[in-house]
């Protein structure tokens, strides 16, 4: 990330060093650990005395204002800069939910203050590289993960015309509508009780021909998850051989290509050689003209 | 595909630029997708007043009238070359479906109107890639579906046979007769309830050896897929090795022949060094004799 | 499979070539799925009249005649040699099950009449060659699975130990004995209801540590069968790409020690012109010495 | 492992021979094997008389007093290098478990007697080869199984506050506490009745968008299983496609090297040709100058 304006330098970059460097980055590794710890006794809260409770809400609210302080600090280094990077992004967007006030109306805002513990995935050098390894993963996906929505979406809204009028509680459930058929379908697709929990009960509502019409959404569905994986897996190997047996065949290239260059220094001497052959050849034959 | 007899020419090659151009191609997109739309918006009829719902369906059929014409374009620029393509008698399907008058006893070709949807598989081409690719990998599936199906259809003859007359009802709908047979065996292949949905009703009505019966079916079949699945892993996979070590190895065997033919070279030279050498001698022996 | 003894050559000769020939193949193939849609056929017996019953069973009867015939006319040709083949072992195992008389006490080995139907596996070229890939990559398995079986016997000794002297029915069926054991640990190797069907009945039981013992067998389990699979699809490549890169290496390989043996003549030569060429400067020497 | 100190090389030397000698192992091998069975024919202790439970528990006595005579006798002959090896670690824990007195309070432990048999694990080669292979792939998983743990203790911490204060006892069975959240989620990781036995009982709970937060873990954590699968495939294909195409690559690096010392050799002749055609030019002039 680059630097704000030259006049700050100075100031800023004793900041800049203080943010980039290790012990900051194990400061704040070791926050969000023990603020994950926190959050997680905390789920405890009925059986702790109140006291001690209210102590571990406080810990968490000075940690929950260290991070927005490291985040202040952060903006004030990189100020617009600061939003090039999606993990600065990530972080400023889970401290940010920390801030709004609890009320029960958020209660599940409160719930998503333990998101910010995931930002281990990108503080820890480890961690963050297989995350970016998996991130980079993704538009791999794309394509096939567009083809099985599709197939999912066409055959949610067949079944929900199909099998969405019933007065059976249960197939109502399942397709009684276009979301709670995509849902019954993907549960479908990860094979999780499809039979008996949902095949069989559209079957038994009326529609003999249903295990047609989910027998071929299997088939269908299964086959391009199947060769989603099989296109990772090829990625993922062609990557790692090519850099496997480059660099021994990079090596022989070399060597012939110093093969060839040595081949020339040999005709180049040849053809001399030669041409000296028929200057002696030519001094012989005057010699003897001479005599 | 070729086209029509050059008599029409003129106007064809005008009509059958405009069908193979972008914009056309992307207007087709269009309508498919505001169709798919509509049709899942069409899935809440219930909750929407009559006119809304009367509008949707007027918009429905216009686009299937758009859908009509634009095969009749085709049929009208290619003839009987339209139907040389598998995509073509795909779109001819999926809108002839829709032009069946709608009628009660028709609910599910009417359910099946949606299927029309899945032409953006062939025409939003990052789609086509991707299905053709799909498509391609099926043959090799082949062999080991055709031992799966015998497999399950020997498997569900002798459960028909062997379980296929009891009193008790559940195992009635699971091994009754030859249809209900394969499908229970096609859901323990895909483990789905396997041990108490299927196995079990099968042991408490009297069959205490039912679980080597499943045992051996769920181990043969799960090897032959999972060796389904190695042979499309292997086929990908060999494929894109040969294409990247090739290149390299390509460079390195042209190399080669080149050094051979710069030997060549380098041996012709020695040979006529060689010939020089002896007129050479022949002239100071010459030289010698003359003296 | 090598002949009889020669006396019988003649007659032996054509009856061999009769057996190998391909309409004698063909005709049993036929014979085979004729045989496997009558079996098919008969599961619905108890709707069909009683005469187009028994017309079915006694084509059955003609066709098993038939496959005796068949399996003798092999053992006449081949003698003891017949059994050398896995493939007539098996012909001859299911053609004898068939030959065992029915009666109500062997309504199971009637029911595996129909596995003379998986004759087809070795029968129909295609399938045979699939069939024997399949078997090929089995030994393959034998290491890993040993491993499994160890795992699951003595996770199965300790479920019984601990678990089986429940009160409770669910449990007692789960855990009651060492092969109800097994099973239930295999149920659980595949995921089927693991949590609700077989540990949240554990716990209830009051074992409220059951899930440690539960997820240390799943995680080991699983990683094994992971890693079998690993080993399966690594060989199968392995074997794949040394045959396809091992082409073009060797055709390197060859060229590059054909460029040897010309480097060698190369050296022979330029030897052999470096002693003429001293020969040659003698004789000028020589020359002037005699002036 | 090291011997001990010098003074007692002669007693040791022969204990330590007898110890690693082929036959020990097959006794212990052999005691291991019946140690087995004798502990799955024990739990059926209820059905045999008395005296022959009394009899297979002596057995198991002798057999444990064997184990221990020798891991005294390894740790004689190696005394602390005993330790250096995991495998002795784990002989001497699985030995020393039986060595506990057993009573009620211990019935656990008693259950734990059957884990000595995974000894067989490292004492039979082939399975130590297998066994140590597989634990050689455990590091690789280490950093995905850790952002796996990670993202599961976070949901797990969501999801007891969003659904843990429920008065639905399914509900608090399944997310009442932090442990509880975790096993479920693992259990939905493993899409084990996910749909009905864990999402519907929260939706039918009053919280109607639960899908959401189940179908975000769901498609992280499969795709992070998918990744750690993959990247297992990947390191064991990097590993045997090296070793397969090393060898005739390094062969024709080998060549390649040979050949430039050749080429250097003809060059080399090539350079005293030169000398050599100096010299006669010189022998030619001078006879010329001499005429």
């Known amino acids: 990330m680059a630097r704000a304006t030259l006049d700050e330098t100075t ?39 109140p006291p001690t409770v209210k102590t571990l809400q406080m810990l968490d609210h000075a940690i929950t204002l260290a991070f927005v302080l490291e985040i202040s600090l952060k903006l004030i280094v990189y100020r617009f800069d600061f939003f090039r990077s999606g993990w600065n992004w990530f972080d400023f967007i889970v401290v940010g ?37 998996l991130l980079k993963a993704l538009p791999g996906m794309g394509a096939i993960v567009a ?32 979301p709670r058929s995509a849902f019954s379908l993907f549960q479908v697709m990860t094979m999780d009780g499809w039979r008996f929990e949902v095949v069989q009960k559209v079957i038994d509502d009326g529609h003999p021909w249903a295990p047609l019409f989910f ?22 190997l062609a990557a790692e051989q090519k850099a496997a047996t480059t660099d021994l065949l990079e090596d022989i290239e070399e060597d012939v290509e110093h093969a060839e260059e040595e081949r020339d220094e040999i005709l180049a001497l040849l053809a001399s050689l030669r041409s000296e052959m028929a200057e002696l050849r030519a001094a012989v034959q005057e010699n003897r003209a001479r005599d």
Chains 1, 2, 3, 4 share one sequence.
């Open 147 to 178: 083809v099985l929505s599709l197939l999912t979406y066409v055959y949610a809204v067949m079944a929900t015309n199909m099998y969405g009028n019933s007065t059976n509680e249960e197939v109502q459930q399942l397709f009684g509508d276009l």
């Open 97 to 133: 939910i920390s801030l709004v006030p609890g009320g029960v109306a958020f209660s599940v805002l409160r719930a998503l203050r333990v998101l910010r513990v995931l930002r281990l995935l990108h503080v820890v050098p480890m961690m963050k590289r297989i995350t970016e390894a």
């Open 11 to 49: 100031s800023n970059s004793g900041l800049e060093a203080a943010i980039e460097s290790t012990w900051f980055r194990n400061l704040i590794t070791s926050l969000i650990i023990i603020n994950a710890i926190i959050l997680g006794v905390l789920t405890y809260s009925e059986f702790m005395s």
């Open 215 to 236: 027998l071929t959404f299997i088939f269908v569905a299964s086959f391009a998850v199947l060769n989603l994986f099989i296109a990772l897996v090829v990625d993922a």
